[in-house]
């Protein structure tokens, strides 16, 4: 069951309890919500929202934050995202609604939503959901806010499948990491790794890299406790941001189909290729969707 929390400035005030609703119809768990009214996103995370959020340990950060940002808030939003993602968060963030009557303030705003835009591009573990485009012909109470219930309640309904769809995400990666561990493990096996423990300074770490596991087990893949134990969760992170930049790119892993010492991909244009295990490491960092035609 995915655990979401809510978090952002007023929209996220107003959308809170229908979006809650709906997700919790679609079998997510919702363990809570906080809304800065007027708040920026640096407000945010100055006013110890953020902290609070994440010590619940959501598997899902759900925010609505942008509209009280200017377009140079790339800092503020890598904060939150690159926070969430070192603990396991995976953030779903909501751009900021179009500002109704106000051409000045819509201009701002489209901006903002275009930088998001493009700073999500650079971020594969997070998604970015349009607000002007799912808030779009809803009714308003002012140029900003929609009317509740109707209008935050219609925004819901739109938003919640987006959403809860982020969530499928998570399946993939336990896949594509299942079968690159023992790859990884191969190029490490001998820098005299210990064990988990040595590596991990929390709980939150230890959860995330066991919940690794548990994702790949549950694809018929065993990751095996030797392998396991020689993960940190820096590790395993990296790993799975350059399996995504590859999967970005156009690449897919023949994950059921990987040798041993040897990672297969397929482009989409129907290329495939291959990278030694020993070597993934060591190119991937400057290359991430590194394959061998």
Excluded: C
Excluded at 21 to 38: K, M, V
Excluded at 43 to 72: T, W
């Amino acid at each position: 069951m995915t655990s979401a929390y809510l978090l952002g400035d007023s929209q996220a005030g107003g959308i809170a309890d229908p979006l809650g609703a709906l997700l919790r119809a679609r079998g997510w768990t919702t363990i809570g919500a906080a809304h800065t009214d007027g708040g920026s996103t640096h407000e945010i995370i100055d006013n110890g929202s953020l902290g609070r959020a994440l010590a619940a340990r959501p598997a899902v950060l759900v925010v609505f934050a942008g509209g009280n940002d200017g377009a140079s808030a790339q800092g503020s939003w890598g904060n939150v995202v690159d926070t969430a993602h070192r603990l396991g968060t995976r953030v779903v963030w909501i751009g900021p609604p179009a500002a109704i009557g106000n051409d000045a303030l819509d201009t701002r705003r489209r901006t903002v939503s275009r930088a998001q835009q493009a700073f999500f591009a650079t971020k594969p573990w997070g998604k970015w959901i349009d607000g002007r485009r799912t808030a779009n012909g809803l009714p308003r109470r002012d140029e900003v806010h929609l009317t509740i219930p109707v209008g935050y309640a219609s925004w819901a309904q739109r938003l919640a499948p987006e959403i809860s769809s982020s969530s499928g995400g998570a399946a993939t990666i336990g896949i594509a990491a299942a079968v690159l561990l023992g790859a990884w493990w191969i190029a490490n096996k001998a820098s005299g790794l210990r064990g988990l423990d040595a590596y991990l300074a929390s709980d939150a770490q230890r959860r995330y890299a066991q919940r690794l596991a548990n994702e790949a087990r549950s694809h018929g893949y065993a990751i095996g406790h030797t392998i396991s134990d020689r993960m940190t969760s820096e590790q395993a992170s990296a790993l799975i941001d350059r399996l995504k930049a590859a999967k970005a790119r156009g690449w897919t892993q023949d994950a059921r189909h990987a040798e041993p010492e040897r990672v297969s991909f397929t482009h989409a244009d129907g290329r495939r290729g291959t990278v030694l295990a020993r070597l993934w490491s060591a190119y991937s960092a400057k290359h991430p969707d590194a394959t061998r035609d």
